[in-house]
C-alpha cells in the first residue's frame, strides 16, 4: 500500500545530541533522494531540561564535518499526540523506550522501537555521548547514518 506522506519521530533523553544528529542526517538523505515532499522528520526528547535549546556544540560540529546542517533545529519534548501523527517513533535506547511507553497509547499502529534496528542491529542502543568525549559524537554519527540508510530504504519500498 502506497501512503502519501510518512513521518519519522527521533527520540533521545535531552534532543540535544543523538536525536537532532539522527534529525539531521536523515533529513539531508531524503532531501538528497527527492522526497522532502513525502517524508517528513521531527526529533524530541524524553526530557524537557534542555527545550528550545539548540543542539550540542559538538553534536553540531561533528555533523558538519561530514556535511550534515543541525543549526536551525531546536529541542522539544515528545508528547502523547506524537504517538498519533508519527508513523515511525525511533528511540536511541532502551531507557528512552521504558520513558516513551509511559505516553504510548494502546493499539499504537506504528513502528515503535529502537534506531538500530534498521541497521541490522535489533537490540543495539546508541550510547549517549553527552558526557564523553568528542568520539563518541563521531561514533553516534557512524550509528545514525548506517541506520537512517536502512530506514530510507524500507520507507522508499512503503511510497
Ligand atoms: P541526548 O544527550 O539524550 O543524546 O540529547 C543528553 C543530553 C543532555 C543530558 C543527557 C543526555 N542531560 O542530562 O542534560
Keep these: 500500500m502506497s501512503k502519501n506522506k510518512i513521518k519519522v519521530l527521533f527520540i533521545c533523553l535531552g534532543n540535544i545530541c543523538r536525536s537532532p ?6 533529513l539531508h538523505k531524503v532531501t538528497e533522494a527527492g522526497l522532502g515532499h513525502r517524508i517528513e522528520v ?21 555533523a558538519a564535518r561530514r556535511g550534515f546542517d543541525l543549526t536551525p533545529l531546536r529541542a522539544r519534548k515528545a508528547i502523547p499526540e506524537d504517538f498519533l501523527e508519527y508513523d515511525y517513533i525511533l528511540a536511541m535506547d532502551r531507557q528512552n523506550i521504558e520513558d516513551m511507553k509511559r505516553i504510548t497509547p494502546a493499539g499504537y499502529p506504528g513502528h515503535f522501537g ?30 545514525v547514518e548506517k541506520a537512517s540508510n536502512g530506514l530510507l530504504k524500507e520507507i522508499e519500498a512503503r511510497l
Design 42 to 62: 521531527d526529533s524530541a526528547g524524553t526530557a524537557a531540561y534542555h527545550v528550545d535549546k539548540a543542539p550540542d556544540r559538538r553534536a553540531v560540529a561533528a
Design 21 to 26: 544528529t539522527a534529525h539531521g542526517v536523515f
Design 114 to 143: 529502537l534506531l538500530m534496528g534498521f541497521a541490522g542491529e535489533p537490540d543495539v542502543e546508541v550510547p549517549d555521548p553527552y558526557y564523553g568525549e568528542d568520539h563518541g559524537f563521531e561514533r553516534v554519527l557512524d550509528m
